[in-house]
């Protein structure tokens, strides 16, 4: 057998193996491409992290998570042939680290990760206000008279009463003394002016 013969017959061997392999290869699909892209400085608003692989992937696995470690992703991740989207709203801007997994059509479970930072605007957080109540102007009450005032007064009016004897009885009797005195002078005066007229 000569050199080209022999050639020949190996090419045709080795062909379904090369085949086998060729097909294996296409089967297994690889990551083409990202958007944000790896490495990369997003400045636009953020709605969603879109993977493209080279062939029909299924099982999409996505995680986004802001520079806090805490995931931003908003829905589940969906697959429509070789593109997977990954809904998401940033909340600080920073490094993000996107961690994917996906199953490939030869049922091969492929996985990786790539970092992005995001500068782009984010929800604020606005602070609840307070509605102050409104102020009711405190009016004093009057001064009512209190319950013990007039039993005070009650208690107070017998001692006015025996200190106004006090003071009166000593002048109605002083009175009385010099009436009786008047009234015997002038009785004795009548009686001597009768026993002269006699």
Do not use: I
């Amino acid at each position: 057998m000569t050199h080209r013969p022999r050639a020949l017959l190996l090419g045709l061997l080795a062909l379904p193996l090369w085949l086998l392999g060729a097909g294996s290869a296409a089967a297994h699909s690889g990551l083409s491409s990202t958007a944000p892209a790896e490495g990369a400085t997003v400045t636009d608003p953020l709605a969603a992290v879109v993977l493209t692989f080279s062939g029909t992937v299924r099982g999409p696995d996505v995680v986004v998570t802001g520079p806090d470690g805490a995931p931003v992703g908003t829905a589940a991740a969906t697959a429509d042939g070789s593109a997977v989207t990954a809904p998401v709203t940033p909340t600080a801007t920073g490094a993000h680290t996107v961690t994917w997994a996906v199953t490939s059509a030869d049922g091969h479970r492929l996985e990786g990760s790539y970092v992005f930072t995001y500068a782009g605007p984010v929800p604020t957080t606005q602070a609840p206000t307070t509605t102050r109540a409104p102020v009711t102007p405190s009016v004093a009450p009057s001064a009512a008279p209190s319950p013990a005032e007039p039993s005070e007064a009650a208690a107070t009016a017998p001692e006015d009463g025996p200190n106004l004897l006090v003071r009166v009885v000593p002048v109605l009797l002083g009175l009385a003394v010099v009436g009786a005195v008047v009234w015997l002078v002038r009785r004795r005066q009548a009686s001597g002016s009768a026993g002269k007229s006699r």
